[in-house]
């Protein structure tokens, strides 16, 4: 392993490449070590100041080791715990200790500490199980108290196909909590919207719409991203749109927020460069009937308002409506389709692109009008197609 730090970034779930890219491109001399689920393990000597700059991680974590082949059986813990004393304990506390000198905040040295823990898949065991075998192999080594709220070092665990990460927190908070932000019922969390921003991938002089903003976070992170586009965002709720603008001006954000109609939007056919968006998802606002008729007039709205060669990039837990939606467009490709994971849901982000040559519904081709016909999304068959109830 190099003498350059390595340290773990928590990241949104399903988005990993992408945040990966935003640390290359920002940390000093970083390097990749490997992506994992929700997770990236990286190597810079960037400063903490530098670190907590990244907007698509939610924390960081100095990096102690990894355990591979943790059985699934009851021998799972005393194995973690076995590979665990192998590891350099002492240079992942020396970072920790770095991290807080220059982060201010006072901490009790030698420290409290708890272990939490996470896991993916069946096992025979508890994460219990696991934090105890591991804070059980840590009391040995350093004689450190335990304490399980608001402990000065924390060590966190995550098993994931049979391979145990370990890291100390850095980061106690996720970092999105710096901010003086106020999401709304449906509030994407700042990582997550920062991402999607980056699969976007704004441009200089563009006009980038978010025609169902919420309270904005797609819109300010595509602004930060791309400071020289005009992003301009909309909603049908004011109290939103209030949001929106609030939650702009606390990171400096340059956003146009207005009240509207997304079915109607006040804009010029082919006028926009790109339209970023996350459409209800049917649970918390709307409902999946609702739907039904609100997905289609929304695209045709985003197809009479993205110029041809444009863009779009579409986040909706709609995924079997939104995807027959895009497989019968005669008007967009699709680029990408990635499965994002957050808070017990797992909606899909699409990366579309505006066709060149648009084809008139009700233009006088036969096959356009057969096409036509086939785009309108109706009742009786989409009835059958999806299952009766999703969450919100
Ligand atoms: C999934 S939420 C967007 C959440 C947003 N990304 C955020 O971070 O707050 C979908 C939004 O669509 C808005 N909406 C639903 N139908 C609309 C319509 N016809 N016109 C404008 N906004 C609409 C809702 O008010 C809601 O804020």
Not at 145 to 169: C, M, N, S, T, Y
Request: net charge positive; glycine share 6%.
């Amino acid at each position: 392993m190099s003498a350059t730090p390595v340290f773990i970034a928590s990241v949104p779930t399903g988005l990993e490449s992408i945040a990966a890219d935003e640390a290359v491109e920002r940390l000093p001399d970083c390097r990749i070590i490997e992506k994992r689920r929700g997770r990236i393990i990286l190597s810079t000597p960037a400063t903490h100041r530098e670190m907590r700059r990244l907007r698509t991680v939610f924390r960081w974590f100095a990096f102690v080791g990894r355990a591979a082949d943790v059985p699934a059986a009851a021998t799972g813990p005393e194995h973690l715990r076995r590979s665990a004393e192998t590891m350099d304990w002492d240079a992942a506390v020396d970072r920790w200790r770095a991290w807080w000198s220059h982060g201010g905040a006072a901490k009790n040295d030698p420290p409290h500490f708890r272990v939490t823990a996470s896991r993916f898949g069946e096992h025979a065991y508890t994460s219990m199980d696991l934090m105890r075998e591991l804070g059980a192999m840590l009391n040995a080594r350093y004689a450190w108290p335990v304490r399980l709220k608001e402990p000065d070092l924390e060590v966190d665990l995550q098993l994931h196909d049979g391979e145990a990460l370990l890291g100390i927190v850095l980061t106690p908070r996720s970092l999105h909590h710096d901010r003086n932000w106020t999401a709304g019922p449906t509030g994407l969390k700042a990582p997550i919207a920062a991402a999607v921003a980056r699969l976007l991938a704004p441009q200089p002089g563009e006009r980038i719409v978010d025609p169902l903003c919420g309270s904005g976070a797609l819109p300010i992170e595509t602004a930060i991203l791309e400071p020289r586009a005009t992003v301009l965002a909309g909603d049908q709720e004011a109290a939103l749109i209030d949001m929106a603008r609030h939650n702009a001006a606390q990171v400096g954000a340059a956003i146009e927020a207005s009240v509207w109609d997304a079915r109607h939007v006040p804009l010029e056919e082919a006028s926009v460069d790109a339209i970023i968006t996350d459409l209800p998802f049917g649970v918390r606002v709307g409902s999946h009937t609702i739907n039904r008729h609100l997905y289609p007039a929304l695209m045709r709205e985003f197809t009479r308002l993205v110029r041809p060669g444009g863009r779009a990039v579409v986040l909706t837990l709609e995924r079997r409506l939104f995807q027959r939606l895009v497989d019968r467009a005669a008007h967009w490709t699709l680029r990408e389709h990635r499965r994002v994971t957050y808070g017990g849901i797992d909606p899909s982000v699409y990366l579309l692109t505006r066709k060149s040559r648009m084809a008139k519904p009700d233009g006088s081709s036969p096959m356009l009008r057969r096409h036509a016909a086939r785009t309108r999304i109706d009742d009786s068959e989409q009835q059958g197609a999806h299952p009766p109830a999703r969450r919100s």
